[in-house]
């Protein structure tokens, strides 16, 4: 955790510098996580499976920072969930087919408001990296890229606090042929391009 945490803190750095004069919004969020599978294969048997993420709650904070054209910010998206990632008949760990996951995404974009304001319904694009760490900690983690995009909505309820609701499709990129969760001996390998969630979430935005 310690490099997203690193990487998230000069992404802020970075946005707040080139953003100096613009008005912040941060808003924490709580959100529902659907789908998310993809081909394995025993590299032993040559037999493939599929791993599938179970569905599940979904935590983060947005940071969004004005832009000078009216109707455009820049966005920092963190997320998180907890999810257990299974197979029918492909040993993941010793004597086990599903595998305890963290899944972390650390994502930078923006948002485009078609009204020309930094209220009401917008698209959202994001880039950046997805962290899978499976449990127990003796497992490979595992460092992809990322891909978002959406839509959403945001009501002014004060001048200074916002209701946010956002529906993001996510997309992580896999590496065909690389190690799945493993300890070293591990002979179940990535056999996909990548794999996509959707997420529905709300939270308060906080704009100073």
């Given at each position: 955790m310690s490099a997203i945490v690193r990487c998230l803190l000069i992404l802020v750095?970075?946005?707040?510098?080139?953003?100096a004069r613009a008005e912040v919004e941060i808003a924490p969020f709580a959100g529902f996580r659907m789908g998310g599978e993809f081909s394995v294969n025993d590299r032993d048997t040559d037999e493939s499976d599929t791993l599938k993420f179970k569905d599940s709650e979904a935590f983060g904070v947005v940071m969004?920072?004005?832009?000078?054209?009216?109707?455009?910010?820049?966005?920092?998206?963190?997320?998180?969930?907890?999810?257990?990632?299974?197979?029918?008949?492909?040993?993941?760990?010793?004597?086990?087919?599903?595998?305890?996951?963290?899944?972390?995404?650390?994502?930078?974009?923006?948002?485009?408001?078609?009204?020309?304001?930094?209220?009401?319904?917008?698209?959202?694009?994001?880039?950046?990296?997805?962290?899978?760490?499976?449990?127990?900690?003796?497992?490979?983690?595992?460092?992809?890229?990322?891909?978002?995009?959406?839509?959403?909505?945001?009501?002014?309820?004060?001048?200074?606090?916002?209701?946010?609701?956002?529906?993001?499709?996510?997309?992580?990129?896999?590496d065909s042929g690389g190690a799945v969760f493993c300890d070293g001996g591990c002979a179940v390998r990535f056999d996909s391009s990548g794999y996509g969630q959707v997420e529905a979430s709300a939270g308060l935005a906080l704009r100073f």
């Amino acid at each position: 955790m310690s490099a997203i945490v690193r990487c998230l803190l000069i992404l802020v750095f970075v946005a707040t510098a080139t953003q100096a004069r613009a008005e912040v919004e941060i808003a924490p969020f709580a959100g529902f996580r659907m789908g998310g599978e993809f081909s394995v294969n025993d590299r032993d048997t040559d037999e493939s499976d599929t791993l599938k993420f179970k569905d599940s709650e979904a935590f983060g904070v947005v940071m969004n920072f004005d832009l000078e054209e009216a109707g455009k910010q820049a966005e920092l998206y963190f997320g998180r969930q907890e999810t257990t990632a299974s197979t029918s008949d492909r040993l993941l760990t010793e004597n086990s087919y599903s595998v305890d996951v963290t899944i972390y995404q650390l994502q930078f974009g923006g948002l485009y408001f078609p009204g020309g304001r930094n209220t009401g319904g917008f698209v959202s694009g994001v880039l950046g990296v997805t962290r899978l760490e499976p449990k127990p900690s003796g497992l490979d983690d595992h460092h992809r890229a990322a891909i978002a995009i959406g839509g959403g909505y945001k009501l002014a309820l004060t001048d200074n606090l916002l209701a946010r609701f956002d529906l993001r499709g996510l997309y992580t990129v896999l590496d065909s042929g690389g190690a799945v969760f493993c300890d070293g001996g591990c002979a179940v390998r990535f056999d996909s391009s990548g794999y996509g969630q959707v997420e529905a979430s709300a939270g308060l935005a906080l704009r100073f």
